[in-house]
């Protein structure tokens, strides 16, 4: 892998477990469990993409090994620095633009609406 490419992964890493701590320890639970959706997505589609013909002899940018050749522990680091990439993206961009132009509902939904009498 790229040294570049490994330092930028560790750092959105660290940045995302960071903000995976934060909302645990205020027990803001349903922002933890958005936190780490991401990589759980990433893994189980990169485990998925391993195993598929069609697709396992693509090698991923930054990596000199085919996506088939990974063992389970590059998959979940490649996993995770996908997600946690991602993740910090989205939290520059609403950084700078945070208008509601791009809202999304939370996961497992908003509050209750009260009742209509």
């Known amino acids: 892998m790229d040294q570049t490419v490994i330092v930028v992964a560790l750092a959105a890493m660290a940045s995302q477990i960071t903000t995976l701590v934060r909302y645990a320890s205020a027990r803001e639970y349903r922002q933890a469990v958005t936190t780490m959706l991401p990589w759980l997505a990433a893994f189980v589609a990169l485990l998925a993409g391993a195993q598929a013909d069609a697709i396992a002899d693509w090698v991923l940018p930054g990596l000199e090994t085919r996506l088939g050749d990974l063992d389970v522990a590059s998959l979940a680091f490649v996993a ?5 990439t991602g993740g910090f993206g989205y939290k ?16 497992g939904g908003g509050p209750e609406d009260p009742p209509r009498v």
């Open 92 to 107: 520059a961009l609403t950084a700078i633009d945070n208008s509601d132009s791009a809202a999304e509902p939370p996961l």
């Open 80 to 84: 995770v620095s996908v997600g946690a």
